[in-house]
């Protein structure tokens, strides 16, 4: 069959960019305000009220023009003078990212490292602690996107503090779809981005930070860097208020509208959405006979990966996923060719998901794998027909 779908009609079930709700694209379409207006200023302190019950905390958000990269960038270049030690947990692509980060920043910046596919485990991080405790920051990946785990983060948080550290966390796939309690998880830096579960298309990063970070960025030398230079951020915020430099308008138009609808769903009930999208979908591969490569009790909620059975061509499997206008993602880097990830976040509800799992189904069939066509969807059908 040729494909009826072109690069306009595909579904996005990839994890992020995600699909984005027809009010959101509506009101990044509106004309502009001028960004020192109390216009703009209106709809940047509402989407800061907004923002703040999605993650449980007071404090101030930050909205940075560019994608969550840059918010993690600006935690260690706020956090991080070069003779602090530093403890990245690393267990995928996105917290090798903040390694990266960090050894451009500190000169003794470690790593606890775990399997791809493993969580990382606290008892660890507190074992790495005790033999460190001059440490000043650990930084955590909230949701590993790379491998779909979901991080034990607040056991590790406790330890963290217990410690004396502060705590990074990279939420970057977690917050707006899953439970992420800045406060009470004692969150020092949060960081995460628009095109994840928080609908929106990418170039928006939103950080917040604790008063114990704001204490930390204050003897840090301020300069490592000017662009995101958080201090700058909180002092123009805390007069105006005004970000330090042109904020992206149409993006903050968008996260209202955004934030609106998440409110409107209202944020438990948006978790458990989540929750029960990840839940069936998994429920589905393993009726399959797909092995997930997540381990057990640490699967994400928003992402999941899954390993390709013996026998399936995965150029094929893509090929056909696409040909039926699904676009899901492969694995990176030793990953590749190995896995493949679909993103359930946002607008995905039981009408997508039932979708997504038949597309799936026929392309691994079509791609040679030896599964009983139905069964996976049958499952869902399932539980979804038991499920409230
Ligand atoms: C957990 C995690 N961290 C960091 C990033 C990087 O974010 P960005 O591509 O928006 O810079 C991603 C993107 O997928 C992610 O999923």
Redesign the pocket.
Known sequence: MNSFYSELTQFLAI??PVEIHPKVYEAMNRHLYGHRTDQFRKIYVDCEKKFQPTIQTNQPIYFLAG???LG?HAAITNMVAKEDKVINLVNGK?GE?VEKISQRFSNYSLVLREEYGRAIKPEKVQELLEKNPDTKLVTI?H???STAVLNPLPEISKIVHDHGALLMA?C??SAGGDLVKMDDWKIDFFVS?S?KCYGLP?GLSFVSFSDEAAKRMEEVPRNQDFYSDLLMYREKMSKAPDTPFTPAVSLMYGLQASLDLIHEEGMENRINRHRLMGTVYRSALEELGVELLAEEGYRSNTVTAAIFPNGVDPSKFMTYMKQYGILVTGGQGSLKGKIWRVGHMNLVGPREILTITSVVELALKKAGANIKLGSGVAKILEILNETE
């Open positions: 994890p992020g994608s969550g990269s993690l996105f990212r990946t949701n590993e996107t990279d970057i796939t981005g095109q990418p």
